[in-house]
């Protein structure tokens, strides 16, 4: 478990309080399944004491979350997940503590909106020609009141019988280099984290170790993304081998960056990204939340 001591004032006497912290997490406001209440009363069970809510492209479910977290006494941390395009390669960069009112975020997420939709268009189009219909409608289904994304396809193309699970559909569809994974309206890297910094948030370089980069290769992306106002990198990425979180731990060292961690999570009984389950921040690592 990530946690993180420290003291507070209770009614009679002083008492260690663990802190957990989980700062990546989804809502069905974008591909998760939960309403945001019942994110925020999941991860209330499972322990966590603040949690960020960092959907994709949207900032749509946080007053939900907020109110619960009112009502639970959680701590809620606002954030989203900018899809941004760097070198051919879709990267996630997660915005915490941003300010979802302020005009530049306002006009980030309804270009990000605009593009999502577009995008979905062009996924259904893509898919068409390998022989499977309608799946605009069908992953508009699976996303109902949320922005549309490729699990939602992925979702669609396992109840319409087309493959056998999610897995499968990004292995032969949807995933990195496939023809359902297109990227090419996403803003740069600058313009992501730049959206973030000007709306008071923490830029966060999201799940490094998941780009299946060559060490070089991720050199040259935080080189980047440093220059372009890059905060924090995450340490910890849901359940994830010690090797990981050590090389990732050298990373933000070497780079001068914070170190956030954060389950990912989307979706119940999916134990690898389930709420607050995961190992703590090496010692070494400067924590994001000392510095809000
Ligand atoms: P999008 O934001 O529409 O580009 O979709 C990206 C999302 O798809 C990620 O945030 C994950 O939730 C999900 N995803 C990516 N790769 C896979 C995979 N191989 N299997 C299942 N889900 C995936
Ligand atoms: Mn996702
Ligand atoms: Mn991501
Ligand atoms: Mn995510």
């Not at 957990?20 to 009363?41: A, C, K, W």
């Not at 219909?133 to 922005?147: E, K, M, P, R």
């Not at 090419?184 to 600058?190: E, G, K, M, S, T």
């Amino acid at each position: 478990m990530a946690t993180h001591d420290q003291w507070r004032w209770p009614h009679r006497a002083f008492k260690r309080v663990q802190q957990l912290y989980d700062l990546h997490s989804h809502s069905n406001f974008s591909d998760g399944i939960l309403r945001p209440q019942d994110l925020v009363s999941r991860a209330k069970e499972q322990g966590v004491t603040t949690l960020a809510l960092t959907d994709h492209d949207t900032t749509a479910g946080l007053s939900e979350a907020k109110k619960m977290a009112g009502e639970l006494q959680i701590e809620l941390i606002e954030g989203i997940e900018l899809s941004s395009l760097w070198r051919g390669i879709g990267i996630h960069i997660v915005g915490l503590k941003v300010d979802s009112q302020h005009p530049v975020m306002q006009q980030a997420v309804q270009q990000q909106l605009e593009s999502r939709e577009q995008r979905a268009r062009q996924i259904a189009v893509k898919l068409e020609k390998c022989g499977f219909h309608d799946t605009y409608a069908g992953a508009a289904q699976f996303a109902g009141d949320g922005i549309i994304g490729r699990p939602h396809f992925a979702r669609h193309l396992v109840a319409a019988g087309h493959v056998k699970n999610e897995a499968e559909a990004f292995k032969s569809y949807l995933g990195a280099g496939k023809v359902g994974d297109v990227k090419q309206l996403w803003p740069d890297i600058a313009t992501a984290v730049g959206w973030i910094r000007a709306s008071g948030g923490v830029a966060v370089l999201a799940h490094p170790d998941k780009y299946n980069m060559t060490r070089t290769k991720l050199r040259a992306l935080l080189d980047l993304f440093v220059e372009s106002g890059g905060q924090a990198i995450e340490v910890v990425s849901g359940k994830q081998q010690s090797q990981v979180t050590r090389d990732m731990a050298v990373l933000a060292e070497r780079y001068g960056l914070w170190a956030s961690c954060g389950s990912d999570f989307h979706v119940p009984n999916q134990p690898w990204q389930e709420l607050g389950s995961f190992t703590p921040l090496p010692e070494k690592c400067d924590p994001v939340w000392c510095h809000w």
